[in-house]
């Protein structure tokens, strides 16, 4: 006991130490996954939108975990804003917006990939106009030329390759060495209005929290109507509502339960095998039938009767054809070397030569040899491999 005591002290030591090490060498790393989370402080979530949401909208927003074709299903609603941010919607939920929008709401839709089915039937063509690393997003409207955003890390580059004609351009992306792309539109659509954005990046933490920025920002929603907005942001029941969440979030505890953990499954490893019972050892059950085999053949090599060897070697041959390829033994004649060389695809020389040998066995008056055994013996194996 004391023996296994000392391996667990060593192992748990050494665990320890290299939790410590790791801890202590630790760096702390930058999440720049573009989530368009609201509750994300990474670079790309919307933590600060979201907290800048209800002074910017005059708390007369609505958020709503719902996809819009749930919500819209559900509740009838007068004319209204409608907000979408880089979000995945199904096909029915965007109808469901055109509806609203069709009776006279405003949707604001911030998305660098909308379904193309969609965005055809609103007026636009959205795709890559760009691949440089940095540009700058800019408004049309002369009240708000001074109002602009530059995107230094990671821009989509996304933007309109086409849009109809009565569409109305309120901003461009801007670059040193390419002509102005639109990036934000307007569409009358039915009684409403569609403004259309294909980079959202410029709602992120990283771009909210630069010096100015937010100016534009507030330009762009500054488009939508006073009155009562409904943003359909990600659904927050996806929080882990496991009971050990709170252990789990926690490094130093996370780093304990595994260690606690993984000490336990050593202990009952170690101590199920030090007292488990001992397995006796059980011989396998001879086969006696090789050893039969290896008596009798002994003893015919010790009577020296190869004639009778040849024989039942023979015998076991032909029966062999008559049980799996079905061919009639009584005559060894060539139309039965002709069809045993069928049934085989052996050489014909080979299947005579083995006729030959078989009728030498069978005949009682025959002078047999222990190379003629050892002949046929090698060419029935042959035959039937």
Known sequence: MKKTFKIYAVIFIVVMVILALLEVNKKETTNWRKNFNIHEKSPFGLFVFNNEAKDLFKNNLKKIEQTPYDYYTQHKKEVHNIIVIEKELDKE??????????????????????????????????????????????????????????????????????????????????????????????IRFGKGTIYAHS????????????????????????????????????????????????????????????????????????NAK???????????????????????????????????????????????VRMDLLIDTQNLDAEFAKKLQLKTGKNIEMINEAIVLIRKGQDPYAHVMKEDLTRLNKLLDEILK
Do not use: C
Request: hydrophobic share 40%; aromatic share 16%.
């Open 274 to 320: 030090r007292k488990q019972r001992i397995v006796p050892v059980l011989e396998p059950l001879r086969n006696t039938s090789v050893d039969f085999v290896k008596s009798i053949g002994n003893l015919y090599l010790q009577e020296g009767d190869f004639h009778d060897m040849m024989a039942k070697k023979a015998q076991y041959f032909l029966n062999k």
């Open 93 to 186: 939920s965007w109808k469901k917006i055109l509806d609203e929008v069709s009776n006279g709401s405003d949707a604001m839709i911030l998305v660098s990939h909308a379904p193309k089915d969609i965005s055809d039937s609103i007026g636009y063509h959205s795709s890559d106009i760009s691949f440089e690393e940095e540009n700058v997003l800019k408004l049309t409207d002369k009240k708000y030329q001074n109002d602009f955003i530059k995107l230094d890390k990671f821009p989509s580059g996304r933007g309109f390759s086409y849009i109809k004609p009565n569409v109305e351009v309120l901003g461009k992306t801007v670059e040193k060495n390419n002509s102005d792309q639109a990036n934000f539109i307007k």
């Open 199 to 270: 980079e959202p990046l410029f709602l992120t933490n990283y771009y909210l929290l630069k010096p100015g920025n937010i100016k534009y920002a507030q330009d762009v929603f500054s488009y939508l109507q006073d009155r009562e907005t409904i943003w359909f942001v990600e659904n927050d029941t996806k929080v882990s509502r496991f009971f050990m969440r709170f252990v789990l979030s926690n490094p130093a505890l996370k780093y304990a339960w595994w260690l606690f953990l993984g000490g336990l499954i050593l202990f009952i490893f170690f």
